[in-house]
């Protein structure tokens, strides 16, 4: 799993260039465990902006809500944005860290707040029940491919029919854009890749690469997001 602080779109707050630590209890099968999540965010009283990722902004503003399960939920700002809107969301992560900010900063809006579930798993070993979600989003879930095809083949598995499965990520090139990330290219994927991973007969696929700017460190870089929209059918 991938941590520099600037790896993803809502970063603002934080210098972490990422821990080595592998140490405690573990569910994960990965060096990534809760401790190592934990200590990521007790670094810092908040290592986001606070702000939803645009991705998810703009994908899902126009649909109906129903429920939603954000995958890695972080400290929140997905899980309230689309609590906002009336969905009832499952906010899963593996770091209780998060999960306790992710609640306290859900707390200012009572109404919105008592639709969000903050549930601690660990992804790698639990599935969310199937075509259990109208909307499942996945942002910034950066883990090497043996880790993330099982993990996105399981969330696709829990899309209702007719509800969306968003798969957003680092592109690849982003390795060459001067922004601060990780030299683990196996961490990184394309939409295209991940839609390998549907049937196109159950799903209608919508896979790109989107462009935004990124301050680093006081310099605008050009970045890529990769971007899977994905709408079951059957
Ligand atoms: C890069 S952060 C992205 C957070 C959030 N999606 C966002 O965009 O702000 C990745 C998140 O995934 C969580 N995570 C990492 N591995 C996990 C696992 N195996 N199970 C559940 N959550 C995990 C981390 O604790 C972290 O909050």
Redesign the pocket.
Known sequence: ???SHD?????AHSTHQGHGANEGHQ??T?E???T???T??DERPA??SGQP?PQ?VTETAGLTPGTAL?????????AIWLARRGWKVTA????QV?LTRGAANAAADEESAALITWT???????APPESSFDLI???????PKT?REP?FTRLAAAVTPGGTLLV?GHHPSDMESGAHRPPRLDLFYTAEEIALLLDPERWDLVTESRQRTQDHDGETVTIHDAVLRARRVS
């Open positions: 799993m991938m941590t790896h993803h779109t809502h970063e569910d994960s990965t990534y465990d809760q190592y999540w934990d990521f965010y290592i986001w990722n998810l954000d995958v890695g939920s972080g400290e929140g700002a997905d899963v992560d593996i770091s998060a601690r798993q660990d992804l790698l070993q639990w989003s996945a942002q910034f879930m950066h883990l880790e993990l957003v």
